[in-house]
């Protein structure tokens, strides 16, 4: 059983920056593919960006490339996501997620999912 905790959301202005965290209980950090995914009130679960297991290779929803970072120490059992040049089109709970399963888009593919953190960018 992998549990996920994420810390660093908050309120920032446009154009501001934020760096999320996510810790992963267990001895396993290593073997799981690592994402964040993104949900704004009344819309659905969307792909922000995901990080393969040795961290070489990482992937990103086109509307955050460019902007946003993600990250990983598996010494730490820790992923990261630093954004910057924040929107207020990025206002959402920012969710970190675990899979074995290979990369995806989908978050129907990710088997653990942390709490969420509230992440709000005011114009």
């Known amino acids: 059983q992998v549990q996920l905790v994420e810390s660093g959301g908050g309120l920032v202005q446009a154009g501001g920056s934020l760096r999320l965290s996510c810790v992963s209980s267990g001895r396993t950090f290593s073997r799981y593919i690592m994402g964040w995914f993104r949900q704004a009130p009344g819309k659905e679960r969307e792909f922000v960006a995901a990080?393969?297991?040795?961290?070489?290779?990482?992937y990103y929803a086109d509307s955050v490339k460019g902007r946003f970072t993600i990250s990983r120490d598996n010494a730490k059992n820790t992923v990261y996501l630093e954004m910057n040049s924040l929107k207020p089109e990025d206002t959402a709970v920012y969710y970190c997620?675990?899979?074995?399963?290979?990369?995806?888009?989908?978050?129907?593919?990710?088997?653990?999912w942390g709490q969420g953190t509230q992440v709000t960018v005011s114009s």
């Open positions: 990080v393969s297991t040795s961290g070489a290779s990482t």
């Open positions: 997620t675990a899979s074995d399963r290979g990369i995806s888009y989908h978050p129907r593919l990710y088997d653990y």
